[in-house]
C-alpha cells in the first residue's frame, strides 16, 4: 500500500535560516513525488514534483527538494526562510504505474518567525 | 493563470439533506478529481474521473456520493442525504494530459448541522 509519513507537526524557523520539511513515502514501483502549501483558507497551492531526473528538482517560491531513493524520502528545503512561507505543507505520492490518485501526508505546519 | 474554482464557498445543511458542490476545473484538463479534508485530519482521495466516467473511487465515496460533468465545463459532487461526518473541507482538483500534476481549487467547507 502506498502511504506518506511526514514525522513532524511543525517545523520552527527563524526568518533567513535554512528550512526542511521532511517526508518519507512507501510506493510499489516508481514514485511520483509533490509537495503542495496551504495557506489559511485556501486551496492547496503546487509548488514542486519530482517525476524522474535530477534528484533535486527546483520549485515555486525558491523551494528546492530533494529526491533520495534509498532512502525513500523527498524533503523539502529553501536555503532562506522568509515569514511569509508560514503555512501548512504537504507532501504526496503516487505510483508511476498506477492510479492516478495522490496520497497525503499529514501535513507540516511550517512558521517562521521575524 | 488558468485555475480551479468551486462555489460555493461555505455552505451549511441539514442533516439528511442534499448538497451539490459545484467545480469548474481548467479548461483543457482530462482528469478530475474529489478530495476532503476533515478539520486537523489528512487529504483524502474521494473519487477520479475520466471521460465521463468514475476511473477510481475510495472507500469513502459511497452510494451516497456521486460526480457528474453535465455539461462538459462543470464537475459536481452531489451527497445524496448528509450526515455530520461529512463536514469537511471539500477539494476539486484537475490535471492535463501531459502533465502530471493536479491543480487543486479553493475547497468548499460543508457543515453538516
Known amino acids: 500500500a502506498q502511504s506518506v509519513a511526514q514525522p513532524e507537526d511543525q517545523v520552527n524557523v527563524a526568518e533567513g535560516n535554512p528550512l526542511t520539511v521532511k517526508c518519507t513515502y512507501s510506493v510499489s514501483g516508481n514514485p511520483y513525488l509533490f509537495w503542495y502549501v496551504q495557506y489559511p483558507n485556501r486551496g492547496l497551492q503546487f509548488l514542486l514534483k519530482?517525476?524522474?531526473?535530477?534528484?533535486l528538482v527546483k520549485g515555486s517560491y525558491g523551494f528546492e527538494a530533494e529526491f533520495n531513493k534509498s532512502q525513500t524520502s523527498f524533503h523539502l528545503k529553501k536555503p532562506s526562510a522568509l515569514v511569509s512561507d508560514s503555512a501548512l505543507y504537504f507532501c504526496?505520492?503516487?505510483?508511476?504505474?498506477?492510479?492516478?490518485?495522490?496520497?497525503f501526508g499529514s501535513g507540516t505546519r511550517l512558521l517562521v518567525r521575524p | 493563470e488558468p485555475e480551479v474554482t468551486q462555489t460555493p464557498s461555505h455552505q451549511v445543511t441539514q442533516m439528511g439533506q442534499e448538497v451539490i458542490l459545484r467545480c469548474v476545473p481548467i479548461?483543457?484538463?482530462?482528469?478530475f478529481y474529489w478530495y476532503r479534508q476533515i478539520l486537523g485530519q489528512k487529504v483524502e482521495f474521494l473519487v477520479s474521473f475520466y471521460n465521463n466516467e468514475i476511473s477510481e473511487k475510495s472507500e469513502i465515496f459511497d452510494d451516497q456520493f456521486s460526480v457528474e460533468r453535465p455539461d462538459g465545463s462543470n464537475f459536481t459532487l452531489k451527497i445524496r442525504s448528509t450526515k455530520l461526518e461529512d463536514s469537511a473541507m471539500y477539494f476539486c482538483?484537475?490535471?492535463?494530459?501531459?502533465?502530471?500534476?493536479?491543480?487543486f481549487g479553493q475547497g468548499t467547507r460543508l457543515t453538516v448541522v
Open positions: 504526496a505520492v503516487r505510483a508511476a504505474d498506477s492510479s492516478y490518485k495522490l496520497i
Open positions: 519530482y517525476i524522474t531526473g535530477d534528484n
Open positions: 482538483a484537475s490535471r492535463g494530459r501531459q502533465g502530471t500534476e493536479a491543480f
Open positions: 479548461s483543457n484538463h482530462l482528469y
